[in-house]
């Protein structure tokens, strides 16, 4: 009789225990769920660029209410993590865990969007290239694979920037002649070769060192956005505005691959949605922004109005360059045109 009773509390005592220990796993899985995370942002752009007040801000913003502050941000913009020409590696090998930085100073590690960027006469707007880029992104395999993938970085969007137009501080430019020895500030990669095709001396200049290399005369001008110029806060220096459509920026929101990995489905829905909420609204502003600050430099500097026979000459000399460039870049292993036609095929959509 003691056995049998014996036995039946030891049921009893290895019931409760294992009672006990699924209610503990329970509450710490609930912990664990209801845990903030906090994701650390880089970028090279300060908090009065375009770039952070209607990207990244908002996009930081907008995941913290659609995961009901779950995810929470440590923001370091203006290179407090380090200069704009680290950003892939610093993203890419997890310093920060979310960065914001243009493909076009990566030629080698992002080749097919700094093409995209870099090429002259495609995207006319902010919004259009915006819109039209981020389906791209979603239809084309190989771009995600050559320029994400391969780099350790899941894409959240990319934003194009409003096209790139030449800049210059005392020389008026009225065709492409006219830039012949003019240094001038570009991003890097497939914009200076456009440069270089027109006879002017590119240089690499960060955003953050335009205004000190247009002021002590290292450049003669800038291959810049109006929105860009506004930020930089070069418009003092700057007298002349010449608008032939000479590239633009292609900036990527990206997160960590392994960090990526690592956040729950929720927390990755969230951060995709808030990307695509964006993708209208971003290029929409910037382009009001455009025309509101190409009215307001009007009035010190001089936009310069070209003739028909002006524009035809700088349509013929950038179209040369592409056809030229395409035909360089034949015997290498990533699809360029086939990217590029894609890409031109979006843009017509969203004209």
Same mark, same amino acid.
Request: avoid cysteine; aromatic fraction near 8%.
């Given at each position: 009789m003691k056995a049998k009773r014996l036995f039946s509390l030891t049921i009893i005592i290895s019931i409760l225990s294992l009672v006990i220990a699924g209610c503990s796993t329970s509450s710490s899985n609930n912990s664990k769920e209801n845990e903030t995370i906090t994701l650390k942002l880089a970028t090279y752009v300060p908090v009065t660029s375009q770039v952070y007040k209607y990207v990244t801000e908002p996009w930081m913003?907008? #995941? +913290?209410?659609?995961?009901?502050? @779950?995810?929470q941000f440590d923001a370091y913009p203006g290179e407090q993590l380090g200069k704009a020409q680290d950003m892939l590696k610093l993203t890419r090998d997890g310093v920060t865990d979310i960065g914001v930085f243009p493909a076009n100073y990566f030629p080698d %590690?992002? *080749?097919? +969007? %700094? &093409?995209? &960027?870099?090429? *002259?006469?495609l995207s006319m707007t902010s919004h259009q290239g915006t819109v039209a880029y981020n389906e791209l992104l !979603? !239809? %084309? /395999?190989?771009?995600?694979?050559?320029? =994400?993938? @391969?780099?350790?970085? #899941? *894409?959240i969007l990319g934003h #194009?920037? *409003?096209?790139?137009?030449?800049?210059? +501080? @005392?020389?008026?430019v009225r065709v492409p002649a006219d830039l012949k020895g003019v240094k001038t500030r570009t991003l890097g990669g497939v914009a200076n070769e456009v440069y270089e095709y027109m006879g002017a001396v590119p240089v690499t200049v960060s955003h953050t060192e335009t205004y000190e290399a247009l002021e002590k005369g290292v450049i003669d001008g800038a291959g810049y956005s109006s929105v860009g110029v506004e930020a930089s806060g070069t418009a003092d220096l700057l007298k002349y505005a010449t608008f032939p459509h000479i590239g633009t920026a292609i900036h990527g929101l990206v997160v960590n691959e392994k960090v990526w990995n690592g956040l729950p489905e929720d927390v990755q829905k969230a951060m995709k949605e808030a990307g695509q909420e964006l993708v209208e609204q971003s290029g929409?502003?910037?382009? !009001?922004? +455009?025309? &509101? =600050? %190409?009215?307001?430099?009007? /009035?010190?500097g001089t936009i310069v109005e070209l003739t028909d026979e002006e524009k035809g000459k700088w349509e013929k000399v950038t179209k040369e360059f592409t056809e030229k460039w395409l035909r360089e870049q034949g015997s290498k292993d990533f699809p360029y045109e086939e990217v590029l036609n894609q890409y031109k095929e979006s843009l017509e959509k969203y004209k």
């Open positions: 913003k907008r #995941v +913290t209410e659609l995961t009901d502050g @779950k995810v %590690n992002m *080749p097919l +969007t %700094n &093409a995209l &960027a870099g090429l *002259p006469n !979603q !239809q %084309n /395999k190989e771009l995600l694979e050559t320029d =994400f993938s @391969k780099n350790g970085l #899941v *894409p #194009v920037s *409003p096209t790139y137009e030449i800049w210059t +501080t @005392k020389k008026e929409e502003k910037y382009d !009001q922004d +455009t025309e &509101a =600050f %190409n009215k307001e430099f009007s /009035k010190t």
